[in-house]
Nanobody, 126 residues
């Protein structure tokens, strides 16, 4: 059973930066992993994903150029570096993992992810 534990959330002013971490037990560098976020009353949204193996990266349009997803296989961890944060980035951020390595064009489909963390909250203020 894969367990995912997120950390790094917090409060930051608009324009600031945060780095989220997701530590995975039973970690495999070959699986697709992703970050999602959710605001109360709204659907969970895919933010970024990274494929297993060569590590193709995927981003939702609203974070391109500001967020970077990466993985450190030696530490069994993936990261989400968030720069130039905006008020609309405020959300609960969740780490997720598939059982397979390919993320693909459906990288942001929630049902494709088998394992989920408990979330870490990010609040961006003006």
């Amino acid at each position: 059973q894969v367990q995912l534990v997120e950390s790094g959330g917090g409060s930051v002013q608009a324009g600031g930066s945060l780095r989220l971490s997701c530590a995975a037990s039973e970690y495999r560098s070959t699986v697709c992993m992703a970050w999602f976020r959710q605001v109360p009353g709204k659907e969970r949204e895919g933010v970024a994903a990274i494929s297993g193996g060569v590590g193709f990266k995927y981003y939702v349009d609203s974070v391109k150029g500001r967020f970077t997803i990466s993985r450190d296989n030696a530490k069994n961890t993936i990261y989400l570096q968030m720069n130039s944060l905006k008020l609309e980035d405020t959300a609960m951020y969740y780490c997720a993992a598939r059982s397979g390595g390919i993320c693909g064009d459906d990288w942001n489909v929630i049902d494709n992810y088998k394992y989920w963390g408990q979330g870490t909250e990010v609040t961006v203020s003006s």
